[in-house]
């Protein structure tokens, strides 16, 4: 799982909010205090990295939906990890059986077939939302935080609140996936064409056009043209 969602959030980053209240950024640092049901299918509303004008351009381009179901197994906090990716009408389904994650301590790590951890947590943050987890990763040098709610789409005020947690953190403003989670009515491997990818990259630069001022408010003013 976290090899998975990493990628995601490489490939998939605004500008800073007003700087937020030390006490504020006290309390959206804190893990969790108490243990969520990770059970069931929890959809990413958004993310944040350091990388703030590569993060913008591929989500920008891109703009994938992406969502994670946990099946609980017979060991508790044990769970199968199935993700789901769509973009542009093609889905990508990542599940098998020997892909597992376990919970313990307010973090979320990656297991091997004996229920051993083989990667580095993901540590679960403080959030105001009553439906979301908010999931903090630095795997292979990439500070990332991720928001995920039960629900397709959460309230600008829980939005803000994670764009300010970002800041508190030290990373840039989120960027935002696309809401589309229909995973069902989606296109197949052979629909695949040359004809789709050229399509593809038309919306993605058409999409880019609407991000240019984004793209610029990640640059330092002293850098800008």
Request: aromatic share 8%; proline share 5%; hydrophobic share 40%.
């Amino acid at each position: 799982m976290m090899k998975t969602l990493c990628v995601a959030v490489v490939v998939l980053g605004l500008t800073s909010v007003c700087q937020p209240a030390p006490l504020v950024c006290e309390k959206l640092q804190k893990r969790v205090e108490k243990s969520p049901d990770l059970s069931g299918r929890w959809h990413c509303i958004a993310f944040s990295t350091e990388f703030c004008v590569a993060t913008t351009i591929m989500n920008a381009i891109y703009w994938p939906s992406v969502a994670v179901d946990f099946i609980s197994k017979d060991t508790p906090n044990i769970y199968t990890v199935n993700t789901k990716f769509k973009m542009y009408g093609y889905c990508r389904n990542e599940s098998t059986s020997d892909r597992q994650s376990g919970y313990k301590n307010n973090t979320v790590f990656d297991v091997d077939s004996n229920d051993a951890p083989t990667s580095k947590p993901m540590v679960l943050l403080q959030s105001g939302c009553p439906d979301c987890i908010v999931l903090k990763e630095d795997v292979n040098a990439v500070n990332a935080v991720m928001l995920f709610s039960r629900r397709q789409n959460v309230s600008a005020a829980e939005l803000k609140e994670f764009a300010i947690q970002a800041e508190c953190l030290g990373l840039t403003n989120p960027q935002v996936l696309n809401t589309d989670h229909d995973y069902q009515n989606c296109l197949r491997e052979d629909d695949i064409s040359n004809a789709y990818m050229n399509e593809v990259m038309l919306k993605g630069l058409e999409r880019l056009k609407t991000k240019v001022l984004d793209i610029m408010k990640c640059i330092p003013p002293q850098f800008r043209f």
